[in-house]
């Protein structure tokens, strides 16, 4: 059994930067970050592969979101800069035991509860 637990969610002002964690009970081969936004489908926005650090991004957050593990820790990070009121969301770590770095919901099969986070314009 694996449990995500993130956190790092809150309100910011555009502009701002933001870390987000998720530490899990076991090491799973890839990690992710998802987000949903009100009214919209759960969508991926980064995937790094625990083994190597090798990672995946999806197009809006490549040169503002930084994904990262810590091994030791047992937690992976999103760094996010630059947030914009579209980037409000609730923001959901994921696990998958493949080593490919899909962004497709069904991939993963563990999540976490999610964090929200909020910026403000």
């Known amino acids: 059994q694996v449990h995500l637990v993130e956190s790092g969610g809150g309100l910011v002002q555009a502009g701002d930067s933001l870390r987000l964690s998720c530490k899990t009970t076991?090491?799973?081969?890839?990690m992710a970050w998802f987000r949903q936004a009100p009214g919209k489908e759960r969508e991926f926005v980064a995937a790094i592969r625990l083994r190597d650090g090798t990672t995946n991004y999806t197009d809006s957050a490549k040169g503002r979101f930084a994904i990262s593990r810590d091994l030791a820790k047992s937690t992976m990070y999103l760094q996010m800069n630059t947030l914009k009121p579209e980037d409000t969301a609730v923001y959901y770590c994921a696990g998958s035991d493949s080593a490919l770095l899909f962004g497709t919901i069904s991939m993963y099969d563990y999540w976490g509860q999610g964090t929200q986070v909020t910026v403000a314009s």
């Open positions: 076991r090491r799973t081969s890839t």
